[in-house]
């Protein structure tokens, strides 16, 4: 039996500047971190006892005798690729799935970390990323960007740049002081809203004024919001005010990256004493992020008292296997 451990991530600056159809020709980078917040898979071979040779347990149960039944694109997927055969896998998660943390992303890294070990192989946190991403762009067919895949693999507070050639992961230095300062100033809410983050993606193409001007203004804050974290003579409080910039570039990016409802809080937020936020992922629902001074937090929990409130720290592990118990398997001939 194997179980992994894969982090959610939280990003900051620069989402959707790691579509590669923006990159290949303009360059890309995020800012973005992972943080305590985490969903297992839980992989073994089944006993052939029943008649289904596969079960399934996500927000469903499957069991089927033949792969091609199976209903989850990126399992159905997954199993084929790696040329899995009479499993039983669990999924469970400590935040709710299609809420704007990259959870399918880190689902699939987790099942294909999983998926090695029960091979008894090791996959390097690269090759985990890097079939993530071709697992869910690819095979799957969900529109979409690339740095969930990689965040969920490496871990950790890091700058992801983009280009033609592919991609880094570029791990932010920055002080233990300050990055306590930053976790102590961010706060999360639960909107309530979850959606499937392809969705909102195929929503904001359709349409398609162009979004370059908006995709490079937003790329340019990395690098600024990456000085502000690494200068120690810089505000840390700067950060705040480049999450509200980037934050009010992204809703120029799609129709379906915000609501009356989501503004509406963002507004409360920021009238409460925020001094910037952001919509996580795609848009349209999931966690509302704000950063906020200390004196101030009391008085947006109170404006945000209708949602619920999400303590985290940042984390740096990415993912890995927590359980490993070898089995003896033979394939059926």
């Known amino acids: 039996m194997i179980i992994t451990k894969t982090p959610f ?5 620069g989402g959707g500047t790691d579509m590669e159809s923006f990159f290949r ?35 469903k149960t499957e069991r089927v005798t033949n792969i091609d039944d199976i ?3 990126a399992i159905r997927n997954a199993m084929k690729m790696l040329d899995m055969h009479e499993i039983r896998l669990t999924y469970e998660a400590d935040l709710p799935a299609r809420s704007g943390l990259g959870t399918s992303s880190s689902f699939a890294v987790g099942m294909l970390n999983a998926f090695y070990a029960l091979k008894g192989k090791y996959a390097d946190k690269k090759k985990l990323a ?41 791990p932010v230095i920055i002080s233990p002081e300050r990055k306590k300062q930053l976790n102590k100033n961010l706060m999360m809410f639960f909107t309530g809203f979850t ?34 974290l690494t200068d120690k003579n810089t505000d ?11 934050w009010k570039l992204k809703r120029q990016t799609g129709s379906a990256v915000s609501t009356n409802s989501i503004d509406d809080l963002y507004a409360k937020g920021m009238a409460a ?61």
């Open 130 to 170: 890097d079939e993530a991403i071709y697992l869910e762009r690819n095979l799957c067919q969900e529109a979409g960007g690339w740095q969930d895949q990689i965040a969920a693999s490496f871990g950790g507070f890091n700058r992801i740049n983009f280009n033609a050639d592919g991609y880094e992961v570029l």
């Open 71 to 73: 209903q989850h694109p």
């Open 273 to 333: 004493g925020a001094l910037g936020g952001k919509l996580l992922g795609a848009g349209g629902g999931g966690f509302l992020v704000f950063y906020v001074q200390p004196e101030h937090q009391d008085a947006v929990r109170w404006a945000m008292r209708d949602l619920m409130y999400i303590p985290f720290e940042f984390e740096d592990g990415g993912t890995r296997v927590i359980h490993y118990t070898p089995e003896m398997y033979e394939p059926k001939n």
């Open 195 to 228: 959606r499937f983050s392809s969705d909102v993606q195929k929503a904001n193409a359709v349409g398609k004024q162009d979004k370059t001007a908006q995709l490079k203004e937003m790329l340019a804050l990395v690098d600024d919001a990456e000085r502000v």
């Open 9 to 13: 991530r939280m990003s900051f600056f």
């Open 236 to 246: 840390l409080d700067d950060f705040g005010r480049m999450l509200d910039h980037t």
């Open 25 to 59: 020709e303009n360059g890309g980078a995020v800012l973005s971190t992972t943080f305590d917040k985490y969903c297992y898979v839980n992989v073994r071979h089944l006993p052939r006892f029943f008649d289904y040779s596969t079960e399934l347990s996500y927000s």
